[in-house]
């Protein structure tokens, strides 16, 4: 029996789902969703109110302001309720309905931003109404794109769980949002086992590498704007995915009894289409990160109406096609 006084101190860091018969290759998916946040920015959050707490930023009676898609700001959310701060979370109106209720369930006050900034986009927007809370009202923002800590989490705890995990790694696909995961992860790697390469994958439209702007409707990955963390030197090849893509592969876990979010179906899209390109045979030990489950994604990524609208409804009828495209490669490779 395990016996728990805050919610951070239960998280799932051992659990792995075997996609060998959907991705067409030795596949295991690193499962981050499970524990009373219910994705892996819990990691972060934890982290970076652990510091400023250090540093003496955060004291009895704080609130906390921070810009997040959803799940930071869930996470928030669960520490913040803990530990008796007030939190702010600026979001958009791409963030789910799913992820406003939990915050405001959890104390939180929520501010949608509906219009975006005509060169940042919707995440300039958000920024710029936390720098002007903090600054108005004197509270504290974490800076979850530029804060050590969140890099830090992973470097301290994921990537160090999947290595006594899977010890013969070979390949990691990190999906790229802050990217705070990926160069936690990626940095660990090369202080310790720089032969791991370390695969990004980013979605279409997002700015984060370089490449141009366009729609992404779909939270958790990508960004309007560079990460201030961001090292590209530790990242060996990124794969860019549509976010249709992301529906299909979404879908085609579902079908499996697996209910990932969009950025899980990002990543084991972007997994394939590398292997595919890179490692055709599929021999090869590989790890994806699962940043969350799909409960929040049920009235966008799992509602046909809305993929429908965005998409078009070809995207609805081709899952079946997207099924059938598994490669007919050997899968004798390893999985540990």
């Known amino acids: ?22 991705a067409g290759f030795p596949l295991l998916l690193k499962c981050e969703g499970f524990n009373f946040s219910g994705s892996i920015k819990l990691k972060a959050a ?11 930023r955060l004291r009895p009676g704080s609130t906390l302001v921070e810009s997040s898609s959803g799940n930071l700001g869930v996470a928030l959310s669960t520490v913040a309720a803990s530990r008796g701060y007030r939190f702010v979370c600026v979001t958009d109106s791409r963030c789910t309905l799913g992820a406003r209720q939990l915050m405001q369930t959890l104390g939180s006050t929520v501010q949608v931003i509906t219009e975006p900034d005509p060169e940042h986009g919707f995440l300039g927007a958000r920024i710029a109404v936390v720098r002007r809370l903090a600054t108005e009202h004197g509270y ?23 290595l006594r995990h899977v010890p013969n790694l070979e390949v990691l696909f990190v999906g ?70 992301t529906i299909r592969a979404c879908r085609s876990l579902v079908r499996r009894g697996f209910l990932f979010g969009g950025s899980t179906g990002t990543v084991v899209h972007g ?34 109406q809305w993929v429908a609208d965005i998409y078009g409804p070809e995207v609805l009828d081709d899952t079946t096609d997207y099924d059938a495209s598994l490669s007919t490669t050997d899968l004798s490779g390893t999985l540990l």
């Open 1 to 22: 029996m395990r016996v728990i006084t805050t919610p951070q101190e239960f998280n799932v860091d051992d659990l792995y789902v075997d996609l060998r018969g959907l």
């Open 271 to 304: 997994a394939r289409q590398w292997v595919a390109e890179n490692r055709p045979d599929g021999r090869l030990t590989a790890v994806a990160i699962a940043p969350d489950l799909g409960e929040r994604y049920l009235d966008t990524v799992y509602h046909d």
């Open 140 to 162: 504290v923002w974490l800076n979850q794109y530029a804060n050590a800590g969140n890099w830090g989490a992973h470097y301290n705890r994921t990537a160090q769980e999947i």
């Open 176 to 245: 790229a949002g802050t990217t705070g995961t990926l160069m936690g992860c990626a940095r660990f790697l090369r202080d310790v086992k720089p032969s791991v390469r370390v695969v990004a994958i980013d979605t279409v439209g997002s700015t984060t590498f370089g490449g141009p702007a366009g729609q992404r409707m779909i939270p958790g990955l990508g960004t309007s704007t560079r990460p201030r963390m961001l090292d590209e030197s530790l990242v060996d090849d990124l794969v860019m995915v549509h976010e249709s893509d």
């Open 46 to 56: 934890v982290q970076m109110v652990d510091n400023a707490e250090r540093e003496g």
